[in-house]
């Protein structure tokens, strides 16, 4: 088999256009390709493997950037994307504090860095493993407007609402068009599955996915998902309920270990039979990991 080609850092990202006031800066989903390093490292082996999408709601000369990307190269690209199509005033909105969602920092120093109270308090506390990572967010430029609950803000003349959930981490923020119906979920949904980050808080989280299926969005724009679906506008609100049926399924798997047995395409069959959610192979091992996660909880 022959070696993955190590692609300059950044090359391969595209910006599609899932909605006229929406950039999506999306990279990575390229098979034999690695960004980084050919040796194991968060940002080939995760974000880059499994595709990785940073969004800007921009209207006039605002815009509102949600997450940095995963290095501060793709903050560069992102931030003279948007500066190249006249935007003047730049503000960013962290989704949570992992770290290929505040790898670019840096290049926001400048810039108000919005953050729930509980990320800038994860970062802090994770910032010796953030800064000599690999690769290394050397340093990491911290939020500079801590939040601690919902807030609104607008970007030109669209109104823009932060909501925090519990999903993915318990420090996730969620930002909402309201105007345009549109959902901007980071991680707390995740396209074909989630990435357990919390196992002992699954239970808190489906009950958090209910919560946000309530607000009833039409469209959803996750940060890891297929690019052709987020090109084209974005999930449906079915994205939560197959979210919801994964999750309390892996926590079943504890009490049927012949569910724990099962492969991805196996575990998701009806979503992927039903076209909810598309297969795709790197995620085999998340799911494997997921399994793992959920049998080890005491």
Sequence with gaps: MAAPALLPLGSTMKVLRPHPNIYAFYDGRIEGARAHSPS??????????????????????EAILYDTHISL????????????????????????????HVAGNEAFFDCEIIALDRTEQA?????????????????????????SGPTELRVGKLKVR??????????????????LGIMLAGDTLEEPITY???????????????????????????????????????????????????????????VDMALADQDLSTFIAEDLAEGTL?????????????????????
């Design 123 to 147: 970062l802090a506390a994770h910032r010796a493993e953030l800064e000599s990572g690999d690769p290394p967010i050397q340093p990491l430029v911290m939020p500079n407007r801590v939040i």
């Design 196 to 254: 357990v980050a919390e196992p002992e808080r699954l239970s808190v989280h489906v009950e958090e996915l209910r919560r946000i299926r309530e607000w009833g969005y039409p469209r959803i724009l996750p940060n890891h998902g297929a690019p052709d679906v987020i090109a084209a506008g974005g999930y449906g609100p079915e994205l939560i309920d197959a979210t919801i049926r994964y999750v309390k399924k892996l926590l079943h798997t504890r």
């Design 278 to 298: 598309r297969y795709f192979q790197p995620y085999e091992e998340v799911h494997a990991n997921n399994v793992k996660k959920v049998l080890a909880l005491r």
């Design 40 to 61: 194991p490292n968060w940002l080939d082996d995760g974000a880059y493997a499994l595709g990785v999408c940073v969004y800007a709601v921009v209207d006039g000369e």
């Design 162 to 179: 932060l909501e925090p959930a519990e999903i993915h981490s318990n420090d996730g923020l969620i930002l909402l068009l309201p105007d």
């Design 73 to 100: 190269t793709h903050a560069r690209i992102m931030r003279r994307t948007l500066e190249a199509d006249g935007v003047r005033s730049i503000r960013v909105v962290l989704s949570h504090w992992h770290d290929d």
